[in-house]
């Protein structure tokens, strides 16, 4: 349900550019929950060896890449027949902005299934699974924190994603200096095991993409832009 926070997007006197402004919201909510079904599928497919669940992963991108045109159509028309200004062009600029995160998400889910076809044609599993789980979930709650915070304009939730960036980036570090320990003990694992480095890779940049749309809902609520600063200027910011 929608919160007290979600009030300032339907408060103007034509109804008709209230509901426009909702629906925008609402596709890019249903966008977002495509993109979330996408990966968690790719990572299952990958750790469960299921390559018919990695093709379907794969099929769902043409979807997601569709939707992310019609958002874009939408969200134009509404920038040319309602000539927004403020919060109201801020929600429209973000969202055309956010998107375009949301399909990139969606190519990194399309890589994931990719590699998890292609190491279930090769049989044994490879090393470093346990870190795909782990960095997978951590991603996951991080995409689906930023939806939510973009669904109740929560800035301080934002900003808590954006924290989580590093972490992500420190696990995706370790990881790979794993992996490569196990290229060195056995060279019959290089092939699989680079596999896996790209696949945590892409999991890593799904994490960045989440941070993205952390900050485009900072910008949104409290109309500052807050990318390529630090976490502790976005924190002044949060906190104004």
């Given at each position: 349900m929608p919160t007290k926070k979600d009030d300032v997007y339907g408060d103007h006197i034509?109804?008709?550019f209230n509901d426009e402004l909702m629906a925008l919201k609402s596709e890019f909510l249903e966008m977002g929950g495509m993109v979330e079904s996408q990966v968690d599928r790719a990572i299952t497919a990958l750790v469960e060896n299921d390559g018919h669940l990695a093709d379907e992963v794969r099929a769902t991108d043409k979807k997601v890449d569709q939707k992310e045109i019609e958002i874009d159509e939408e969200a134009t028309l509404i920038i040319a027949r309602r000539q927004p200004t403020a919060r109201d062009l801020r929600?429209?600029?973000?969202v055309i902005k956010m998107v375009a995160d949301?399909?990139?998400?969606g190519d990194e889910a399309k890589k994931i299934a990719k590699f998890a076809i292609k190491l279930s044609e090769e049989g044994q599993a490879p090393r470093g699974y346990v870190e795909v789980r782990h960095i997978g979930n951590h991603v996951l709650a991080?995409?689906?924190?930023a939806l939510d915070a973009f669904a109740r304009l929560d800035s301080e939730q934002a900003l808590r994603i954006m924290k989580e960036d590093k972490r992500v980036d420190e696990e995706y570090q370790a990881a790979t200096r794993t992996l490569l320990t196990f290229m060195?003990?056995?060279t019959r694992n290089i092939s699989r095991?680079?596999?896996?480095m790209w696949i945590l890779r892409?999991?890593?940049?799904v994490g960045d993409h989440a941070c993205n749309i952390a900050e485009n809902v900072i910008f949104m609520v409290?109309?500052?832009d807050v990318r390529h600063t630090p976490v502790e200027e976005a924190e002044k910011v949060v906190g104004r």
């Open positions: 034509s109804h008709k929600l429209v600029i973000s949301l399909e990139r998400v991080m995409l689906h924190d060195m003990e056995d095991c680079m596999s896996v892409a999991l890593e940049r409290k109309g500052e």
